[in-house]
């Protein structure tokens, strides 16, 4: 059996950036201070990440109890904050992940910086939480390269098969994804669906590289028989 995990922002879906406003929003309101993010990535970072770099750009504690509450107060936020009209998926992925749930041989979990709540509300939104019983989030870790050994763990657990690394598969739009594959010695497959163009992506030099995941032939081919 393979196992796919697949991260969320810019893989499966796209945000019109009311995840960037929830953080500022928060961050103001829970520091009583003008905040800025300007000049700082989101892409690819878990969420307790973003936020550190945050707190530190505007001059405040990135630890402790700041940021534990800056954190209990995004998921609120967030949550009010990203509506169905500001999710929408990327091209073929309700497809693929329909196809991919019919199939014995293929289960699917998740690897995303989002913390677990805010994960399954952009999922809930576009009506693509049920493809995924488990996974790991920003809320299990700072890090995003430990992220995969925990949603392999968690995937053995749920399913009762004991997936084997080469036929584990992160899949994601960053050089973070590829990253994180690389270190937990699975394969990585990275889609040109995000903030990295395909120049950026090769050269991270992921095992396979997309455009989309909107052609079902060239993913079953790229992924699945590569994984086999």
């Given amino acids: 059996m393979t196992l796919l995990l697949f991260d969320i922002d810019g893989t499966l879906v796209t945000v019109n ?9 928060t961050l ?5 201070a003008p905040i800025s993010t300007k000049g700082i990535s989101f892409s690819g970072r878990t969420d307790p990440e973003i936020l550190r770099s945050v707190l530190s750009h505007n001059g405040h504690d990135p630890t402790g109890e700041t940021l534990e509450a800056a954190l209990e107060a995004y998921v609120t936020a967030a949550q009010n904050a990203i509506q169905p009209q500001h999710v929408q998926p990327l091209p073929g992925v309700r497809s693929l992940l329909r ?3 019919r199939r014995e041989d293929v289960h699917l979990a ?4 989002n913390v677990e709540p805010i994960a399954y509300h952009k999922l809930d939104a576009v009506g693509l939480a049920d493809h995924f019983s488990t996974g790991a989030f920003g809320s299990d870790h700072a890090e995003r390269d430990a992220l995969p050994p925990l949603a392999l763990r968690r995937a053995r657990e749920n399913t009762g098969h004991a997936f084997s690394r080469d036929r ?3 899949i994601g739009d960053t050089d973070r994804d590829v990253q994180c594959a690389r270190a937990t010695g699975v394969r990585s497959v990275a889609v040109c669906t995000g903030g990295s163009d395909r120049e950026a992506l090769a050269e991270c030099s992921p095992d396979a590289l997309l455009e989309n995941l909107n052609d079902w032939s060239r993913f079953e081919e790229t992924v699945l028989d590569a994984a086999r």
């Fill in 110 to 113: 998740l690897v995303t910086g």
């Fill in 99 to 101: 196809t991919l749930t």
């Fill in 168 to 170: 584990t598969i992160v």
């Fill in 17 to 25: 950036g009311a995840g960037r406003s929830a953080i500022t929003n």
């Fill in 28 to 32: 103001s309101d829970l520091l009583d």
